[in-house]
């Protein structure tokens, strides 16, 4: 789900923002208008990857253990939302129970070819997130328009 | 949804194999293992755009109009899947009885900031679709691999 990744990147500019002070998940969960126990999951995923230090818990509190510049959005955006593993259910195809011989040559071979297609659609897709840094991200939160003058730019 | 699109796909490809026949939808429906209403409604969308010619309804029946080769992979994509239109379910932010003196400038600046983002990070992977036809798909049916060697050929 696409709001653990806008969670995790909201958490971290919080944190970074309210260095060097120590800041509990009950804190982010006001600030950012969400149930603890979600925060604290995320924040729980975001410590095992090294990007928090501090303890977990209704007493923890969390620092940033990494500067913004060396946060790629890319490996961010692959933490927090996983690559589909299974394309059947938006493919269209034979039902199990049909046997080869029934199938005509494109139902038997559409399935493969479509999971290639999304496959590789969604790696160009994590690719775009991979060029930045949650320095570019905070960057246009203080100047809107890095990310579209970005695109402008590479298509003129 | 994804299955939209490939339902789409896939009755092209049909329809491309039985030339000149006149293709009804209860036999679309019956190999692709689908719902006649869902093939019926995407059989409609795709008539409005031109890229089929025949009769809508019970009796009806469809053809091709075009070939494989002057049918764009993006544009189906886009018509069957259109953009999100708004990302804010995906985003974290303030709730809206809450005054603006009250934000952050990190909370009252996200959205915009990751709309941006994953706006045109969308518009990337739009564009990925944008490079084929439906000849390539049938290509890559025809002999698994061409999507995949393709993008081996872009990162070497």
Redesign the interface.
Same mark, same amino acid.
């Given at each position: 789900?696409? !709001?653990d990744?806008? %969670?995790a %990147?909201?958490s971290l !500019?919080?944190l970074d @923002?309210h260095r060097p002070n120590k800041i509990s998940s009950r804190e982010l969960a006001q600030? !950012?208008?969400?149930n603890p126990v979600m925060i604290r999951n995320i924040l729980s995923i975001l410590h095992k990857q090294g990007y928090l230090v501090g303890t977990v818990g209704k007493n923890g509190g969390y620092q940033l253990e990494q500067s913004l510049a060396a946060m790629n959005l890319g490996d961010l955006y692959d933490l927090t939302i996983p690559p589909t593993l299974s394309?059947a259910?938006?493919?269209?195809?034979?039902?199990q129970t049909e046997t080869s011989a029934d199938q005509? *040559?494109? *139902?038997a071979?559409?399935s @493969?070819?479509?999971t290639?297609?999304?496959t %590789? *659609?969604d790696? @160009?897709?994590r690719a775009?997130?991979h060029q930045f840094t949650m320095a570019d991200?905070k960057r246009?939160?203080?100047h809107?328009?890095y990310?579209?003058q970005? @695109?402008a730019d590479l298509d003129s």
């Amino acid at each position: 789900m696409k !709001l653990d990744f806008s %969670v995790a %990147v909201h958490s971290l !500019l919080y944190l970074d @923002e309210h260095r060097p002070n120590k800041i509990s998940s009950r804190e982010l969960a006001q600030s !950012l208008h969400l149930n603890p126990v979600m925060i604290r999951n995320i924040l729980s995923i975001l410590h095992k990857q090294g990007y928090l230090v501090g303890t977990v818990g209704k007493n923890g509190g969390y620092q940033l253990e990494q500067s913004l510049a060396a946060m790629n959005l890319g490996d961010l955006y692959d933490l927090t939302i996983p690559p589909t593993l299974s394309y059947a259910r938006f493919i269209t195809g034979p039902s199990q129970t049909e046997t080869s011989a029934d199938q005509s *040559a494109i *139902a038997a071979n559409i399935s @493969e070819t479509l999971t290639d297609l999304f496959t %590789v *659609a969604d790696r @160009e897709y994590r690719a775009y997130y991979h060029q930045f840094t949650m320095a570019d991200l905070k960057r246009d939160i203080q100047h809107h328009g890095y990310f579209l003058q970005r @695109e402008a730019d590479l298509d003129s």
